[in-house]
C-alpha cells in the first residue's frame, strides 16, 4: 500500500530535550515537505527536500533541521524544544511538488 | 510568505444545498491549484486540482473553476452531505513549494 508514515503519532516533551520525527514514503517520490499546523494558521511550510541531500526552507524553518540522506526519509528534528513549537506536524511527499500526499500527524506538546 | 488568501473562513449550509469557497493567488506564473480536505483529526486529502491550461474541472459533486485574469480559483460543492463538513484548503505553487490558504471550516447541517 502506498503511504507516507510519522512517528510518534503523538509526544509530549519538556523543553530543550532534543527530539526527532521521522518520516518515510515508500512511493519513490523525489519531494518531500514538512508543514505545522495552527489553529487560524492553515498549513505552513518548514522545510522542504527536492532529492537526496537537497532541502530548503520553507516559511517556518526557526528552530527545526532537516536531513535527506535516503530517497524515503526524512526527519524533522528540534534540536532544543520550545513551547511555542507546539503543534500538529504533517510530512508530505510528491513525485515532483504539486500533488503532496500527507502522512496522518504527529501532534507534539513541548511543556 | 503568504500568496493565497481563502474566503470565507467558515461556512454553514444546508444538506443539499451548494457551497463556495474561493481563494485568491498573487503570482500570475502559477499554473497548479489542489484542494485538501481535512477531516476531524485526520490528515489533509487532495479531493481535486486543476492546472491553468483549463478553465473548470467537475468530478460528480465537486467542480474547480480557475480565473487566470482575476488570479482567484474556486471550489464548488454541488447537493452537499453531512460527510462533506470538513476543512478545506487550497494551495497555489510558491517556486517548487506549495502555499496553503488558512482553510474554511464547512458545516453541513441536516
Known amino acids: 500500500e502506498a503511504q507516507v508514515t510519522q512517528n510518534p503519532r503523538y509526544l509530549i516533551t519538556v523543553t530543550g530535550k532534543k527530539l526527532t520525527v521521522t518520516c518515510s514514503q515508500n512511493?519513490?517520490?523525489?519531494?518531500m515537505s514538512w508543514y505545522r499546523q495552527d489553529p487560524g494558521l492553515g498549513l505552513r511550510q518548514i522545510y522542504y527536500?527536492?532529492?537526496?541531500?537537497?532541502?530548503d526552507k520553507g516559511d517556518v524553518p526557526e528552530g527545526y533541521k532537516v536531513s535527506r540522506k535516503e530517497k524515503r526519509n526524512f526527519p524533522l528534528i528540534l534540536e532544543s524544544p520550545s513551547p511555542n513549537q507546539t503543534s500538529l506536524y504533517f510530512c508530505?511527499?510528491?513525485?515532483?511538488?504539486?500533488?503532496?500526499?500527507f502522512g496522518p500527524g504527529t501532534r507534539l506538546t513541548v511543556l | 510568505g503568504e500568496n493565497v488568501e481563502q474566503h470565507p473562513s467558515t461556512l454553514s449550509v444546508q444538506e443539499g444545498d451548494s457551497a463556495v469557497i474561493k481563494c485568491t493567488y498573487s503570482?500570475?506564473?502559477?499554473?497548479?491549484f489542489p484542494w485538501y480536505k481535512q477531516e476531524l483529526g485526520k490528515r489533509p486529502q487532495l479531493i481535486i486540482d486543476?492546472?491553468?491550461?483549463?478553465g473548470e474541472k467537475k468530478d460528480q459533486r465537486i467542480a474547480v473553476t480557475l480565473n487566470k485574469t482575476a488570479k482567484h480559483f474556486s471550489l464548488h460543492i454541488t447537493e452537499t452531505q453531512p460527510e462533506d463538513s470538513a476543512v478545506y484548503f487550497c494551495?497555489?505553487?510558491?517556486?517548487?513549494?506549495?502555499?496553503f490558504g488558512k482553510g474554511t471550516s464547512l458545516l453541513v447541517t441536516p
Open positions: 508530505a511527499s510528491s513525485h515532483q511538488w504539486d500533488t503532496q500526499y
Open positions: 512511493m519513490n517520490h523525489e519531494y
Open positions: 527536500s527536492m532529492n537526496v541531500e537537497v532541502t
Open positions: 503570482d500570475s506564473a502559477s499554473n497548479y
Open positions: 486543476i492546472r491553468s491550461n483549463v
Open positions: 494551495a497555489a505553487p510558491r517556486g517548487y513549494a506549495l502555499n
